[in-house]
């Protein structure tokens, strides 16, 4: 049997979103093709491993994300404004399908995880850091990159209070906090 690219899409999209909201530790390829409306043999037939899918996902998340943030740069040049587009991103995440980002859930895991997911999980987070200290540097604020590192962390934690009480409120004041900060 011939794979697709719209079983590959399915399957991806599938252990992408399983993967935001359960983390790697809680699903299955099985649950992947439940997910995905596929059989168990066509997920083994285009992954071997659960690594291989989930480097395979955080490849195309890559893309997909550094697209969103270089299209909030082609919006505006005001750095205010890159911020407020990024945070958009990140409650978006949580509010549509109660979703972590995908490195916040792998960072949480990070202890459980396989060498390639990790080292995708660090790549990833020290590009967005690299992009949020851009970000700080322009608006002429100190320790730019020590910012980078407490917004991210500050999302990332507000994601999970929020998740847990099932209320958006508590990521809505770590973005207040942060537009704040950056005034």
């Not at 587009?85 to 980002?101: E, K, S």
């Not at 060498?115 to 730019?144: C, H, M, Y």
């Not at 099932?166 to 906090?177: A, M």
Request: aromatic share 6%.
């Amino acid at each position: 049997m011939a794979v697709s690219q719209t079983m590959i899409d399915e399957i991806l999209d599938s252990a992408q979103m399983l993967a935001q909201q359960k983390g790697y530790a809680g699903f299955s390829f099985q649950d992947v093709a439940r997910c995905a409306g596929r059989t168990l043999s066509e997920v083994e037939q285009s992954y071997r491993t659960k690594e291989e899918l989930m480097i395979a996902v955080f490849s195309r998340y890559n893309r997909h994300f550094f697209a969103e943030l270089a299209a909030i740069v082609d919006r505006t040049q005001a750095p205010i404004e890159r911020l407020d587009g990024f945070m958009d991103l990140v409650r978006h995440t949580l509010v549509v399908g109660d979703r972590m980002c995908l490195c916040g859930m792998m960072m949480a895991e990070a202890a459980l995880l396989p060498t390639g997911i990790r080292q995708q999980t660090n790549s990833f987070t020290e590009a967005v850091i690299a992009w949020l200290s851009d970000q700080w540097r322009l608006l002429e604020k100190p320790d730019p990159a020590d910012l980078a590192v407490t917004t991210l962390a500050r999302l990332e934690g507000g994601m999970l209070l929020s998740r847990v009480s099932g209320d958006v409120k508590h990521l809505d004041l770590v973005i207040s906090e942060i537009r704040a900060d950056a005034a």
